[in-house]
């Protein structure tokens, strides 16, 4: 293992937790009317929480590693172009953290030369930190996850994510192809701890048609350390996202 790729990669653990806590004293601010809230787009929102969370992340990144690249969702890129990029999404689900909802997020990816390597997703909530270092597996906390490898998913359920970027018909003809093989379909609104939860086993699936390098590349990795298929599509402005126990693979690609 790569030594220093191993630091980077306990670093992230941690940074992960003390962005989550920052994140959750936010959301208590909620209850007191303490946190001002902007809107960037149709159902697109940015709150103090995101922007200072992510300020957090991104200070500790350039202290500690210099060197490196930065992609965040609030506070855009930073030298791109280096072999090395942390790739942040510091609240990822920021409707259901400002509805004071527990589904949200923070999530952190290190990529090396266009690949993540490494992805860190902690739920404040819950105190779950589900992290992977390629090559290493994929973990909850300290306990190994890996997907269910059979060729039938007996109680079907995925996760399935909208942008309106996409036709809403995408969407519905997906929901449908579902429904008619008796699997159920959820929307939480946390793309990042959508992956997750496949990976630990809570979702057979997750698809969304467009969707932002900081939503998944931390998912991506933990993802394929836990042995499901995935398919990261780079299309115009995004990517197409899918990722699923093998046996459902087929059906959710259509």
């Known amino acids: 293992m790569n030594n220093e790729l191993q630091k980077k990669y306990d670093f992230a653990c941690e940074l992960a937790k003390k962005a989550g806590a920052i994140a959750k004293d936010y959301q208590d601010q909620l209850l007191k009317g303490n946190l001002e809230i902007d809107v960037k787009g149709h159902q697109d929102f940015v709150s103090d929480a995101?922007?200072?969370?992510?300020?957090?992340?991104?200070?500790?990144?350039?202290?500690?590693?210099?060197?490196?690249?930065?992609?965040g969702e609030e506070s855009g890129a930073t030298a791109e172009s280096c072999a090395g990029v942390w790739v942040v999404d510091p609240i990822d689900g920021t409707t259901n953290f400002l509805r004071k909802q527990s589904?949200?997020?923070?999530?952190?990816?290190?990529?090396?030369?266009?690949?993540?390597?490494?992805?860190?997703?902690?739920d404040p909530s819950l105190d779950e930190l589900f992290h992977a270092l390629q090559g290493e597996g994929a973990y909850l906390n300290d306990r190994l996850i890996e997907v269910y490898q059979g060729s039938e998913a007996f109680v079907?359920?995925?996760?399935?994510?909208?942008?309106?970027?996409?036709?809403?018909?995408?969407?519905?003809?997906?929901?449908?192809?579902?429904?008619?093989?008796?699997?159920?379909?959820?929307?939480?609104?946390?793309?990042?701890?959508?992956?997750?939860?496949?990976?630990?086993?809570?979702?057979?699936?997750?698809?969304?048609?467009?969707?932002?390098?900081?939503?998944?590349?931390?998912?991506?990795?933990?993802?394929?350390?836990?042995?499901?298929?995935?398919?990261?599509?780079?299309?115009?402005?995004?990517?197409?996202?899918?990722?699923?126990?093998?046996?459902?693979?087929?059906?959710?690609?259509?």
């Not at 952190?108 to 993540?116: K, T």
């Not at 990795?221 to 990722?243: M, P």
């Open 50 to 71: 995101d922007r200072e969370t992510e300020r957090y992340i991104r200070n500790q990144i350039e202290a500690t590693y210099p060197e490196d690249g930065f992609l």
């Open 156 to 254: 079907g359920l995925v996760n399935l994510g909208y942008s309106p970027k996409m036709p809403l018909e995408n969407y519905l003809n997906t929901m449908q192809r579902l429904l008619n093989q008796g699997i159920e379909h959820r929307r939480h609104g946390s793309a990042a701890l959508g992956l997750a939860h496949v990976a630990a086993g809570r979702f057979d699936g997750y698809r969304e048609d467009f969707i932002n390098a900081w939503d998944i590349m931390a998912g991506v990795v933990i993802l394929r350390e836990a042995k499901a298929d995935v398919t990261a599509k780079q299309i115009e402005g995004g990517y197409a996202i899918q990722a699923s126990i093998p046996a459902l693979t087929a059906l959710l690609a259509g």
């Open 103 to 122: 589904a949200w997020c923070v999530s952190i990816a290190y990529v090396v030369n266009g690949e993540p390597v490494m992805g860190v997703i902690y």
